[in-house]
């Protein structure tokens, strides 16, 4: 099992990636059409919840500001292919749970994570805020183990994920110039999440090929 941690998040990573799950908010964003402090107040309880604290308003304003600034800067870097010597490889029948630190506190986690690896090679661990993520093989023996975990809340199943390996510095471009490429082919995004090497695309299974083809034709070869 692969563990991923994803700790001290920072607040323009969170505005970004709730931005970036938003079609409608992305859109408005990239036309500049958008009131920032409107959508900071939208989208307060959202960070505050991800992060496990509360956010001061103009702290989020600012935010929004700076990415959507990074919009404008990207219409003008053409020389260098924002996925150059990026790296890509998909995986389907993905399921995903989610459970918050709350959930987990009576539970013996590292029983059932143990049985869990013994289980299967195939999954990545994320921590976000107070939250846990796992995304691993849906299978009939990856159901029976997490059947005995706290239920919080379940991706739908029938998942795929794209892994895109990026320089670390490369990424909230990548992250803006993914989401540009899949919402204009009409694919739904259901999650975008950082890995140690990358990033990791959530999507519906119909929809990762078309996905997987998209972004594979954007890096120059």
Not at 102 to 107: A, R, Y
Request: with cysteine; hydrophobic share 40%; proline share 3%.
């Amino acid at each position: 099992m692969v563990f991923m941690r994803i700790a001290g998040l920072s607040i323009p990573e969170v505005v970004r990636d709730i931005i970036t799950r938003n079609r409608s908010i992305h859109d408005c964003m990239k036309m500049d059409v958008i009131n920032y402090t409107a959508l900071a107040v939208k989208i307060q309880p959202d960070i505050e919840k991800q992060l496990g604290n509360s956010v001061h308003l103009n702290t989020i304003v600012v935010a929004i500001k700076r990415y959507a600034d990074s919009f404008e800067g990207s219409e003008d870097i053409t020389d260098e292919p924002v996925l150059k010597d990026a790296r890509l490889s998909m995986t389907d029948r993905i399921m995903g749970i989610q459970w918050t630190m709350k959930d987990l506190i009576d539970q013996d986690m590292g029983k059932m994570f143990a049985e869990a690896e013994k289980a299967f090679s195939n999954s990545e661990f994320f921590r976000l805020g107070d939250s846990f993520r796992i995304l691993t093989d849906d299978s009939d023996d990856t159901r029976r183990i997490f059947s005995s975990f706290p239920k919080e809340n379940l991706y739908s199943s029938g998942l795929a994920k794209i892994k895109i390996s990026v320089p670390e510095q490369n990424r909230a471009d990548v992250v803006s110039y993914v989401t540009e490429i899949l919402h204009r082919n009409g694919i739904v995004l259901v999650d975008a999440l950082f890995s140690q090497d990358g990033i990791v695309l959530i999507l519906k299974e119909d929809q990762a090929p078309l996905a997987y083809e998209k972004l594979r034709s954007e890096i120059p070869r």
